[in-house]
């Protein structure tokens, strides 16, 4: 495609992101299904550029703001991650002569909230809990791309069977500093058509999310149910720790969600999972399982702040009100799912948010509320679930799991467990 015609594209993709009105990873897959002549190189620069402008939009916006023609084709041209050739083949005099002086700015000297691009609700509470030093090494680290994981399916592979094969392929990866079940692969190779990925010896999960199944220890023959299961992406680590045994519920309000779950079940090899679409979290189904569960995960609706480096629409998209309204589902749903387990049963609180609203403070609210809860420190969980003794405690914060971008390079996330007493 000519470079004009490009970056003219990619121009209406930045217009329809910047919108805010759906997520912007179904807004790129809406636009290149659209779009189906488009190369592999040029969807890549047009959703590194399009991603670029969703985090740096901020900073984006104010330089952009002294040129001319239309604001999404300055912010493309300011944020272009295609071949630098490539885009000045696209631009006019006028647009090479202003983008050289947009380039002589020293960004280190404008003002923070250029540089930090976050939201001020959300700087205020992220900087009063890291300090100065630690907000500014998180600000940078959710504005950079975040690594591919792999978690291996321990019923159909050992995890150093799948590097070779990857490696035979031509992909490096290695495996995760703290998830025994993590590899980290280099770059972002498709792997759609790779054995190892149709035959179900892995999956795409952050190393984050693998935690938080192990923090559950689902075993052999259990009655287990994932609260939340969405898209299945923990139940599917929760039924292989099962080694195929017991019944696993995935329990989710979305049946669009619940749907996607289904191939993902179909590849891993588990027949112990059993999807179940609820109205809510007092649905007569969840009633019915009142103690009788061995242990519950709730991997509660939040925010997503711990995500931006994937999801860098979302810092736009949430708001302070948002925020408070999602403590109460969140509480709301935790109170509900508690209900199901035995005494001795095991309990699991997570998000992938970054803020103590959705998190300890969630957590405090419930222990509060359930004297016949007890805290199980997270750090002596993750060192019995396979966790290097040596790195769990590297993971918790006041006994529970704080997964941050910039310390452990997997996306932020809160977990609690409790066990409900005998
Ligand atoms: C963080 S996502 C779950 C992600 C999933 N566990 C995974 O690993 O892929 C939260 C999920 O909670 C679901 N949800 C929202 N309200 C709920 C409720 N009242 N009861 C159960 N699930 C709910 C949402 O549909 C969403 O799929």
Redesign the pocket.
Known sequence: MHPNALLELCAELVDSLLLFDKPADSLVSEFFRNRKTLGQRERHALAETAYTVLRKRALLQHLAQSGRGPMSRRLAILAWAGSDSFLRGALNDQELHWLKQVESIDRAKLPAKLRHNLPEWLVEPLQQRLGDEQFWQLADAVNEAAPLDLRVNTLKAKREDVQAALEAKGFKSTPTPYSPWGLRLEGKPALQKLDVFTSGQVEVQDEG?QLLSLLTEAKRGEMVV?????????TLALGAAMRNTGRLYA????GY?LDKLKPRLARSGLSNVYPVQ?S??RDDRVKRLVGKIDRVLV????SGLGTLRRNPDLKWRQSAAGVTELHD?QLA?LNSASRMLKPGGRLVYAT?SLLDEENEAVAQAFAEAHPDFTLLPAQDVLAHAQVDPAQAGQLTENGYLRLWPHRHQSDGFFAAVWERKK
């Not at 994932?226 to 992406?233: E, I, K, P, Q, V």
């Not at 329990?251 to 979305?254: G, H, P, Q, Y």
């Open positions: 999310s994932d609260f939340c299961a969405g898209a299945g992406g923990k329990f989710d309000v979305s969600r609820i809510n979290e991997d509660a609706p939040c589902k749903i992938c």
